[in-house]
């Protein structure tokens, strides 16, 4: 298995609130993906990164925002969570070529926005 | 742009039966394509992948995909479905944009297999 690990697992948190995720890999991988999700939509990306300090949006990117100063650690911040935000927020890596490479998945955070 | 629709919501089968989860892509450019498996609370798992090469891919636990340009369809199948291929099932769609491949994700088919 790919070294990819979330955390936290699981969080419960109120509206209005920060919140930050962090995805750490250990492959050396450039391409780091934040997505969520939702039944019905399957997955949908939020935002990804192609390298130390480059990012760009994904489709769902409003009220989101991501830091990536290191190779291994990818950050999502919800800077004041909402309700619609409940979710469960996957993070994906893929391989140094940054074609059309496969794409290996963190367990994933469940987060519930009260 | 790029797109990609899987036909089907849910798709039940009993257990010795056949398998076809359908999806259909769009493109503007020759895409890679990509099925992955979801198991209940657990992460993606890539099943298979195509990349320009033989259009017929054989993936991990007896699954096949077959690329067929002129229908735009990459559907999954597998001849004789076991209790443990009971997941959601992601079809995905991968070409060049801005110097980039930014994948595309299906809304995901729900395979239920019968005892």
């Known amino acids: 298995d790919a070294g990819i690990t979330q955390s936290p697992r699981h969080k419960v948190t109120e509206t209005g609130t920060p919140v930050t995720l962090r995805c750490h890999q250990t492959e050396n991988h450039r391409y780091m993906y934040w997505y969520r999700q939702d039944p019905g939509h399957g997955l949908r990306l939020i935002h990804y990164?192609?390298?130390?300090?480059?990012?760009d949006k994904g489709e769902v990117s409003d009220g989101y925002s991501v830091s990536r100063s290191k190779t291994e650690d990818f950050l999502l911040t919800l800077e004041s969570a909402t309700s619609s935000q409940t979710s469960v927020y996957f993070c994906?890596?893929?391989?140094?070529?940054?074609?059309?490479?496969?794409?290996?998945f963190g367990p994933g955070t469940r987060l519930t926005v009260l | 742009a790029q797109s990609v629709t899987q036909l089907d919501s849910h798709v039940s089968v009993s257990e010795g039966t056949p398998v076809l989860l359908r999806c259909n892509y769009s493109?503007?450019?020759?895409?890679?394509l990509f099925w992955y498996v979801q198991h209940p609370n657990k992460g993606l798992q890539l099943l298979l992948k195509y990349t320009s090469a033989a259009t017929l891919v054989k993936g991990i636990n007896g699954f096949e995909a077959e690329f067929k340009k002129s229908e735009t369809s990459f559907h999954l199948t597998k001849p004789s479905a076991h209790m443990s291929d009971a997941a959601e099932y992601f079809c995905?769609?991968?070409?060049?944009?801005?110097?980039?491949?930014?994948?595309?994700f299906g809304r995901g088919t729900s395979l239920i297999v019968h005892p």
């Open positions: 493109s503007s450019y020759s895409p890679s």
């Open positions: 995905v769609v991968s070409a060049p944009s801005g110097g980039s491949y930014i994948p595309t």
């Open positions: 994906a890596i893929s391989e140094e070529a940054g074609g059309p490479d496969t794409q290996y």
């Open positions: 990164s192609y390298g130390v300090k480059d990012t």
